[in-house]
């Protein structure tokens, strides 16, 4: 069985860091992705990265303060969230797809599994 968990949301203050876990059991994954949605919004892109970690993409609202990183010995996908704002409050996705990196990394109908969320509070 295919499972993806997320791990290491919480509340935290405007200016301060969380880092976001996701790990994968069940099978490996060339590419994983964060997703985040607000109350009362679609999901939004976050970050993408690939196998050997060289290639990086970004939602332009978190660039310069999000790190998506990987360790492809513990199956595991991170998030290093570091200058959190109030606006990053939402429920953060890990997602995942096999095979060669999508045509569009940030759709998430680029992805095939889903973990189950984990909440993010920044508080102003």
């Known amino acids: 069985q295919v499972q993806l968990v997320e791990s290491g949301g919480g509340l935290v203050q405007a200016g301060g860091s969380l880092r976001l876990s996701c790990a994968a059991s069940g099978r490996t994954f060339n590419n994983y992705a964060w997703f985040h949605q607000a109350p009362g919004k679609e999901r939004e892109f976050v970050a993408v990265i690939t196998w050997g970690g060289g290639n990086t993409g970004y939602a332009d609202s978190v660039k310069g303060r999000f790190t998506i990183s990987r360790d492809n010995a513990k199956n595991a996908v991170y998030l290093q969230m570091d200058s959190l704002k109030p606006e990053d409050t939402a429920v953060y996705y890990c997602?995942?797809?096999?095979?060669?990196?999508?045509?569009?990394?940030?759709?998430?109908?680029?992805?095939?599994?889903w973990g189950q969320g984990t909440q993010v509070t920044v508080s102003s």
């Open positions: 997602a995942a797809t096999p095979g060669l990196m999508p045509s569009y990394p940030s759709r998430d109908g680029s992805y095939d599994f």
